[in-house]
C-alpha cells in the first residue's frame, strides 16, 4: 500500500508538472551567472587534508579519527541566484522537470503556520531582492540534481583550460566528516565554528554555551526561546553577512542547516559502555544535516550535531552548499 502511495503520489507529480508552464523568473532569470562553471570555482575554497576527531554528536554517536585527501568547499551556501540559473538551465530541454525542481515555498508557512510568513512564500525565491539569500525548501533529491548540474558545468569550463591547468573530480554534497572538518576551520579542538576570538568557543560546556548565547552577532540563530530577531535578521540572513571562520567559509553556524550524503546512523547509547558496543541502525531514506540554522537555539549550534531528515522533507531552515574533489589526471 505505501509502495502504491508513493508511486500514485509520483505520477500526479509528474502530470502536474507537465500541465504547468515555467515561471517568468525561470524563463527569464535577470541577473544571469554567465559562465556558471567559473563563477563555482571562484567561490571555493580550498581545505588542505588530514586526520581530526569527528566527534560524536556530544556523546550522541562514537567519535573516531578520520583522515580526509584535500578538497574544495564553496564559501557560502547556494543561494536563490544559484538555484533559479540551475532551474533556468534545465527547462531549456525538460520544463516538466524544472517545475518538479522547484524549491518548496509552501514551508514558509507549513513550519510556521502561527506567523505571517505569506509574503515570504510568494517573494523569497522568485524575487530579485532575495538573490543572495540561502535557497530553502529543497529536499535532498533537488540538493544533488543541482550538484549534477554544477559538476557538468565546471567540467565544461575547465575543459576549455590550457592542458597543465586541467584537473578532474566532482562536485556533489559533502559528507558529514568533510562538513565538519572544514567547519572546525582547522584548529585541533573547537566546538562552535565561529572565528574563535574568544577562548570559551573551543569549550561546548557551560561556558561555551554562555559565550555562544552572548555571541555579539556571531551568527543567524536564536540566543534565547523564542527570540527570533537578537541576531539582525528575523529569518534567513543574505550570505556572508557574518564573519566567516579561519578557513574562509561563511554560515557555518546558523542561517541554514545544511544537506549532507550520508545516510543517518542512529546509535542506542549504553551508558558505562564502550561506544563500540553501542548498536546502531541506519535510517533507511533519512539523510543528515549538519549546522544550526536561524530557526534553533544557541545551544544546538555546535559543529558535531547531526540531525535527520528524510530525503523528500523541505523546510525553510535547510539549504546546501557544494563540495569539490579535484585531481590532475
Known sequence: MKTMYFFTAALFSSLFAQSQKVPDYISNPGLEL????????????????GTFKLDGDQGRSPSQLVT???????NREVTNLWYRRFLHDV?????????????????WVNDFSYS????????????EAYNNYPVVGVNFTKANAFCEWANQKVKAYISTLPAAKQVYGEVRLPSAAEWQYAA?????????????SDKWLYDCGVFGLYDAKKKLFRGNYKTDEGNFISDR??????????????????DMVGNVSE???DVFIEYNRIEGTNPAEWKSEIKEGIY?????SWADMYKDQYISRRKPLHADSTHCYVGFRLIASFKKD
Open 34 to 49: 554567465k559562465n556558471p562553471g567559473k563563477s563555482i570555482l571562484n567561490e571555493l575554497v580550498f581545505i588542505p587534508g
Open 91 to 107: 527547462a531549456k530541454t525538460e520544463p516538466a522537470k524544472a517545475i518538479l525542481l522547484l524549491p518548496d515555498t509552501l514551508s
Open 233 to 250: 535578521c528575523f529569518q534567513t540572513c543574505p550570505v556572508m553577512s557574518y564573519a566567516p571562520n579561519p578557513y574562509g567559509l561563511y
Open 288 to 292: 543528515t544535516l549538519k549546522g544550526g
Open 68 to 74: 580526509l585527501n584535500s578538497f574544495y568547499i564553496q
Open 116 to 127: 505571517y510568513n505569506e509574503p515570504l512564500k510568494l517573494n523569497y525565491f522568485q524575487n
Open 184 to 196: 572546525s576551520g582547522g584548529l585541533e579542538r573547537t566546538c562552535y565554528g565561529f572565528d574563535n
Open 259 to 261: 544537506w549532507v550524503s
